[in-house]
């Protein structure tokens, strides 16, 4: 009785993923072919190797050469196990090695689909000098609200790496962009502590990181040429 169940649910795992019912949802069942178990307990991990490739190699042909159509539903994770008798975790490989070759894409809610993956959309990088002066104003502006109280430890450079996920000479910058400005003092072994009030700078002071001096400035070491006089 379970022999007959499971070859009934083969067969219905080719039919669900055979475009002979529906051609715009799955590919068909030609490529997809049950494939016997063997012998209890599944071939070994050569062969479950070897055999994955084999379907790999299969979908991806089938894919490239338009055979399956663009936004065809690609079969599920249960449908590849049922139709090829594979474990879960070879299923699971055989799409994401698909998806990595970018021919497949997840569509939430269906699935994956054949189709070249979209490209993340990346946010526009900041530059490290404007990521210290926001962050050092949001700070700067939980001091002057009381919500980090005088001689209270502003933060640490570990929590502003892990909350705003930058690099420590940055974090390192945000703490001594602090200092430089009258929101926090340092003490040694102990961290960045926020100054009492009477240390605060004038109100309106930007954080923005001031430019340096022309007095500081090196002079450009091109020297230049003497022009030989005329005679």
Not at 165 to 186: F, V
Not at 216 to 230: A, F, G, K, L, N
């Amino acid at each position: 009785m379970t022999d007959t169940r499971t070859e009934f649910e083969r067969r219905r795992a080719a039919q669900m993923i055979s475009p002979d019912a529906r051609a715009a949802e799955a590919p068909d069942s030609r490529a997809l072919r049950v494939v016997p178990s063997g012998k209890t307990g599944g071939p070994s991990g050569a062969l479950l190797a070897m055999r994955r490739r084999e379907i790999i190699d299969i979908l991806a042909t089938r894919i490239a050469s338009g055979e399956l159509r663009e936004g065809a539903r690609m079969p599920s994770v249960q449908q590849l196990m049922i139709a090829y008798a594979i474990p879960r975790s070879t299923a699971v490989r055989i799409q994401r090695e698909l998806r990595n070759r970018r021919m497949i894409r997840n569509v939430p809610g269906v699935g994956f689909v054949v189709g070249v993956p979209a490209a993340p959309v990346l946010p526009p990088r900041v530059p490290v000098q404007d990521q210290i002066t926001q962050i050092a104003t949001e700070l700067a502006e939980m001091i002057r609200t009381g919500k980090i109280a005088a001689h209270e430890r502003v933060t640490t450079q570990r929590r502003l790496m892990t909350e705003h996920g930058i690099s420590k000479a940055t974090a390192w910058g945000i703490l001594t962009r602090l200092t430089a400005k009258g929101w926090a003092y340092e003490i040694p072994y102990v961290g960045t502590l926020a100054s009492p009030r009477h240390l605060w700078p004038p109100k309106g002071t930007s954080m923005a990181l001031a430019p340096a001096p022309a007095s500081h400035v090196r002079e450009s070491r091109r020297t230049t040429t003497s022009q030989p006089s005329s005679r």
